[in-house]
Protein backbone atom coordinates (compact mmCIF):
# COMPACT_ATOMS: atom_id res chain seq x y z
CA UNK A 1 0.00 0.00 0.00
CA UNK A 2 1.20 3.63 -0.92
CA UNK A 3 0.43 6.56 0.76
CA UNK A 4 0.40 9.96 -1.17
CA UNK A 5 0.77 13.23 0.92
CA UNK A 6 -1.59 15.61 -0.09
CA UNK A 7 0.49 18.55 -1.84
CA UNK A 8 -0.81 22.14 -0.02
CA UNK A 9 -1.59 24.58 -3.02
CA UNK A 10 0.87 27.60 -2.33
CA UNK A 11 0.51 31.33 -4.28
CA UNK A 12 3.05 33.97 -3.95
CA UNK A 13 2.27 37.54 -1.84
CA UNK A 14 5.10 40.15 -1.18
CA UNK A 15 6.64 40.84 2.15
CA UNK A 16 5.58 44.40 2.92
CA UNK A 17 7.45 44.67 6.20
CA UNK A 18 9.81 41.96 8.41
CA UNK A 19 10.19 43.66 12.37
CA UNK A 20 12.55 42.67 14.96
CA UNK A 21 10.55 42.94 18.32
CA UNK A 22 12.88 40.97 20.40
CA UNK A 23 15.81 39.11 19.92
CA UNK A 24 15.47 36.64 16.91
CA UNK A 25 11.76 37.32 17.24
CA UNK A 26 10.44 38.78 13.79
CA UNK A 27 6.62 40.29 13.02
CA UNK A 28 6.47 39.34 9.28
CA UNK A 29 4.02 41.62 7.49
CA UNK A 30 2.76 39.96 3.83
CA UNK A 31 0.05 41.50 1.40
CA UNK A 32 -3.36 40.07 2.33
CA UNK A 33 -4.84 37.94 -0.42
CA UNK A 34 -7.79 36.14 1.27
CA UNK A 35 -10.09 36.88 4.38
CA UNK A 36 -9.23 34.50 7.32
CA UNK A 37 -10.45 33.54 10.92
CA UNK A 38 -8.51 34.89 14.17
CA UNK A 39 -6.76 31.14 15.02
CA UNK A 40 -6.17 29.79 11.61
CA UNK A 41 -2.58 29.26 9.95
CA UNK A 42 -0.90 29.35 6.78
CA UNK A 43 1.36 27.45 5.44
CA UNK A 44 4.63 28.92 4.04
CA UNK A 45 7.83 28.61 2.43
CA UNK A 46 10.28 30.77 0.09
CA UNK A 47 10.43 28.35 -2.58
CA UNK A 48 8.03 26.49 -4.49
CA UNK A 49 9.27 22.87 -3.80
CA UNK A 50 10.41 23.30 -0.44
CA UNK A 51 8.07 21.82 2.56
CA UNK A 52 6.28 24.31 3.78
CA UNK A 53 6.24 25.86 7.62
CA UNK A 54 3.02 26.25 9.51
CA UNK A 55 2.52 29.74 11.12
CA UNK A 56 -0.70 31.18 13.23
CA UNK A 57 -1.86 34.63 11.56
CA UNK A 58 -0.91 37.18 13.97
CA UNK A 59 -2.94 39.75 12.52
CA UNK A 60 -6.61 41.35 12.94
CA UNK A 61 -9.09 40.21 10.67
CA UNK A 62 -9.67 43.28 8.99
CA UNK A 63 -5.79 44.53 8.81
CA UNK A 64 -5.09 45.46 5.44
CA UNK A 65 -1.92 42.79 5.73
CA UNK A 66 -1.56 39.46 6.83
CA UNK A 67 1.43 38.83 9.50
CA UNK A 68 3.07 36.31 11.62
CA UNK A 69 5.13 36.45 14.39
CA UNK A 70 8.46 33.94 14.15
CA UNK A 71 11.54 33.08 16.15
CA UNK A 72 14.44 31.86 14.51
CA UNK A 73 15.39 28.26 14.67
CA UNK A 74 19.12 28.93 13.99
CA UNK A 75 20.14 25.52 12.74
CA UNK A 76 16.32 25.46 10.88
CA UNK A 77 15.41 25.23 7.38
CA UNK A 78 13.47 28.37 6.53
CA UNK A 79 13.50 30.71 9.91
CA UNK A 80 17.35 31.59 9.44
CA UNK A 81 16.35 32.91 5.86
CA UNK A 82 13.09 34.30 7.16
CA UNK A 83 14.49 36.99 9.10
CA UNK A 84 16.20 38.21 5.99
CA UNK A 85 13.16 39.03 3.86
CA UNK A 86 13.24 42.52 2.90
CA UNK A 87 9.93 44.80 1.96
CA UNK A 88 8.82 43.97 -1.76
CA UNK A 89 10.77 40.16 -1.21
CA UNK A 90 8.46 37.22 -2.45
CA UNK A 91 7.29 34.03 -0.41
CA UNK A 92 4.75 31.70 -1.02
CA UNK A 93 1.40 30.71 1.32
CA UNK A 94 -0.94 29.19 1.05
CA UNK A 95 -4.90 30.01 1.82
CA UNK A 96 -5.52 29.85 5.42
CA UNK A 97 -6.76 26.74 7.53
CA UNK A 98 -7.28 25.23 10.75
CA UNK A 99 -9.80 24.24 13.23
CA UNK A 100 -8.13 26.53 16.34
CA UNK A 101 -10.68 29.26 15.87
CA UNK A 102 -11.31 29.69 19.57
CA UNK A 103 -14.51 30.83 19.05
CA UNK A 104 -16.25 30.24 22.76
CA UNK A 105 -16.01 32.76 25.50
CA UNK A 106 -16.30 32.71 28.28
CA UNK A 107 -12.58 31.72 28.26
CA UNK A 108 -9.14 31.05 29.70
CA UNK A 109 -6.13 31.35 27.03
CA UNK A 110 -2.91 30.17 27.31
CA UNK A 111 0.46 30.31 25.53
CA UNK A 112 4.25 31.04 25.68
CA UNK A 113 6.62 31.88 22.94
CA UNK A 114 5.20 32.53 20.05
CA UNK A 115 2.39 30.46 20.99
CA UNK A 116 0.72 33.67 21.57
CA UNK A 117 -0.17 34.25 18.19
CA UNK A 118 -3.64 32.81 17.20
CA UNK A 119 -4.33 35.20 20.57
CA UNK A 120 -2.76 38.56 19.22
CA UNK A 121 -4.98 37.93 16.46
CA UNK A 122 -7.94 37.62 18.44
CA UNK A 123 -7.49 40.74 20.30
CA UNK A 124 -6.85 42.65 17.05
CA UNK A 125 -9.47 41.23 15.62
CA UNK A 126 -11.87 42.42 19.00
CA UNK A 127 -12.43 39.69 21.01
CA UNK A 128 -11.80 40.67 24.54
CA UNK A 129 -14.86 39.98 27.14
CA UNK A 130 -14.55 37.41 29.23
CA UNK A 131 -11.38 36.10 28.06
CA UNK A 132 -7.99 35.54 30.55
CA UNK A 133 -4.78 35.45 29.44
CA UNK A 134 -2.17 33.59 30.90
CA UNK A 135 1.11 34.00 29.12
CA UNK A 136 4.94 32.75 29.81
CA UNK A 137 8.06 33.75 28.67
CA UNK A 138 11.83 33.21 29.87
CA UNK A 139 12.30 37.35 29.31
CA UNK A 140 10.41 40.34 29.79
CA UNK A 141 10.66 41.14 26.21
CA UNK A 142 9.45 37.71 25.48
CA UNK A 143 5.86 38.94 26.52
CA UNK A 144 5.35 40.13 22.62
CA UNK A 145 2.63 42.33 21.99
CA UNK A 146 1.95 42.80 26.05
CA UNK A 147 0.89 46.69 26.20
CA UNK A 148 -2.10 45.26 23.29
CA UNK A 149 -3.25 42.10 25.53
CA UNK A 150 -2.86 44.77 28.79
CA UNK A 151 -4.92 47.73 27.22
CA UNK A 152 -7.97 45.02 26.14
CA UNK A 153 -7.66 42.63 29.21
CA UNK A 154 -6.15 44.70 31.74
CA UNK A 155 -5.99 42.56 35.20
CA UNK A 156 -7.03 39.55 33.11
CA UNK A 157 -3.65 39.76 31.53
CA UNK A 158 -1.36 37.49 33.42
CA UNK A 159 2.41 37.42 32.85
CA UNK A 160 4.72 34.61 34.29
CA UNK A 161 8.24 35.16 33.62
CA UNK A 162 10.72 32.42 34.25
CA UNK A 163 14.21 34.31 34.66
CA UNK A 164 13.22 37.86 35.12
CA UNK A 165 11.72 40.02 37.38
CA UNK A 166 9.50 43.26 37.18
CA UNK A 167 6.38 45.16 37.74
CA UNK A 168 3.05 43.05 37.54
CA UNK A 169 5.04 39.87 36.23
CA UNK A 170 4.54 36.72 38.28
CA UNK A 171 7.89 35.05 39.15
CA UNK A 172 7.99 31.35 37.78
CA UNK A 173 6.23 28.99 35.34
CA UNK A 174 2.95 29.85 34.68
CA UNK A 175 2.36 25.99 35.24
CA UNK A 176 3.15 26.49 39.02
CA UNK A 177 0.44 29.18 39.12
CA UNK A 178 -2.42 26.44 37.20
CA UNK A 179 -1.24 23.99 39.94
CA UNK A 180 -1.68 25.99 43.41
CA UNK A 181 -4.92 27.14 41.67
CA UNK A 182 -7.92 25.57 44.37
CA UNK A 183 -10.07 25.04 41.14
CA UNK A 184 -10.20 26.03 37.55
CA UNK A 185 -13.62 27.24 36.86
CA UNK A 186 -14.75 23.50 34.88
CA UNK A 187 -17.71 25.69 32.49
CA UNK A 188 -14.67 27.60 30.70
CA UNK A 189 -13.19 25.91 27.30
CA UNK A 190 -9.00 26.60 27.94
CA UNK A 191 -7.16 27.33 24.62
CA UNK A 192 -3.88 26.33 25.04
CA UNK A 193 -0.83 27.26 22.49
CA UNK A 194 2.55 26.45 21.94
CA UNK A 195 5.44 23.78 22.64
CA UNK A 196 4.46 20.64 22.97
CA UNK A 197 5.82 19.77 26.14
CA UNK A 198 3.86 23.28 27.77
CA UNK A 199 0.87 21.71 26.51
CA UNK A 200 1.37 18.03 27.88
CA UNK A 201 1.95 19.94 31.38
CA UNK A 202 -1.14 22.34 31.29
CA UNK A 203 -3.41 19.35 30.48
CA UNK A 204 -2.58 17.17 32.44
CA UNK A 205 -2.42 19.89 35.19
CA UNK A 206 -6.39 20.82 34.20
CA UNK A 207 -7.33 17.67 33.81
CA UNK A 208 -5.96 16.57 37.11
CA UNK A 209 -8.00 19.44 38.81
CA UNK A 210 -11.59 18.59 37.65
CA UNK A 211 -11.59 20.06 33.80
CA UNK A 212 -13.51 17.78 31.16
CA UNK A 213 -11.15 16.44 28.14
CA UNK A 214 -13.39 18.32 25.95
CA UNK A 215 -12.91 21.82 27.37
CA UNK A 216 -9.32 21.72 26.56
CA UNK A 217 -8.26 22.67 22.91
CA UNK A 218 -4.57 22.77 21.76
CA UNK A 219 -2.50 23.87 19.20
CA UNK A 220 0.70 22.66 19.07
CA UNK A 221 3.88 23.98 17.41
CA UNK A 222 6.16 21.23 16.54
C1 LIG B 1 0.04 24.46 13.68
C2 LIG B 1 1.41 25.11 13.80
C3 LIG B 1 1.50 26.50 13.93
C4 LIG B 1 2.75 27.11 14.07
N1 LIG B 1 2.80 28.46 14.22
C5 LIG B 1 4.00 29.06 14.45
C6 LIG B 1 4.07 30.48 14.69
O1 LIG B 1 3.05 31.21 14.66
N2 LIG B 1 5.29 31.02 14.91
C7 LIG B 1 6.44 30.24 14.95
O2 LIG B 1 7.53 30.80 15.17
N3 LIG B 1 6.40 28.91 14.72
C8 LIG B 1 5.21 28.31 14.46
N4 LIG B 1 5.18 26.96 14.21
C9 LIG B 1 6.47 26.22 14.05
C10 LIG B 1 6.94 26.40 12.57
O3 LIG B 1 6.05 25.68 11.71
C11 LIG B 1 8.36 25.88 12.32
O4 LIG B 1 8.45 24.57 12.83
C12 LIG B 1 9.45 26.73 12.96
O5 LIG B 1 9.35 28.09 12.53
C13 LIG B 1 10.86 26.20 12.61
O6 LIG B 1 11.01 26.17 11.21
P1 LIG B 1 12.47 26.01 10.56
O7 LIG B 1 12.29 25.54 9.16
O8 LIG B 1 13.31 27.22 10.77
O9 LIG B 1 13.12 24.88 11.44
P2 LIG B 1 13.19 23.33 11.10
O10 LIG B 1 14.11 23.04 9.98
O11 LIG B 1 11.80 22.80 10.99
O12 LIG B 1 13.85 22.82 12.44
C14 LIG B 1 13.23 23.12 13.74
C15 LIG B 1 14.19 22.68 14.85
O13 LIG B 1 14.25 21.30 14.88
C16 LIG B 1 15.57 20.90 14.69
N5 LIG B 1 15.52 19.79 13.77
C17 LIG B 1 15.17 19.85 12.47
N6 LIG B 1 15.24 18.64 11.93
C18 LIG B 1 15.63 17.79 12.93
C19 LIG B 1 15.90 16.43 13.02
N7 LIG B 1 15.75 15.62 11.96
N8 LIG B 1 16.26 15.91 14.22
C20 LIG B 1 16.38 16.70 15.28
N9 LIG B 1 16.17 18.02 15.27
C21 LIG B 1 15.81 18.55 14.11
C22 LIG B 1 16.32 22.05 14.09
O14 LIG B 1 17.66 22.01 14.47
C23 LIG B 1 15.59 23.22 14.64
O15 LIG B 1 16.16 23.61 15.88
C24 LIG B 1 3.95 26.33 14.07
C25 LIG B 1 3.85 24.94 13.92
C26 LIG B 1 2.61 24.34 13.79
C27 LIG B 1 2.54 22.83 13.66
Known sequence: ????????????????????????????????????????????SLNEND???????????????LNILFDVMPTGQLTPTLANLKPNDEVYISAPFGKFLCEHTPAVWIATGTGVAPFVSLIKSGTNKNITLLHGARTIDGFYFQNEFKEKLGDDYLRFCTTETGNDVIEGRLTNYLKELDNPAPELKYYLCGSSQMIIDVREILLSKGVAYDKIIAEIYF
Do not use: W
Request: hydrophobic fraction near 40%; charged fraction near 25%.
Open 1 to 44: MSFTRKRIELQLTQVIDNILIADGVYYLKLHKPFDFKPGQVVAL
Open 51 to 65: EPRLYSIASGKNEVS
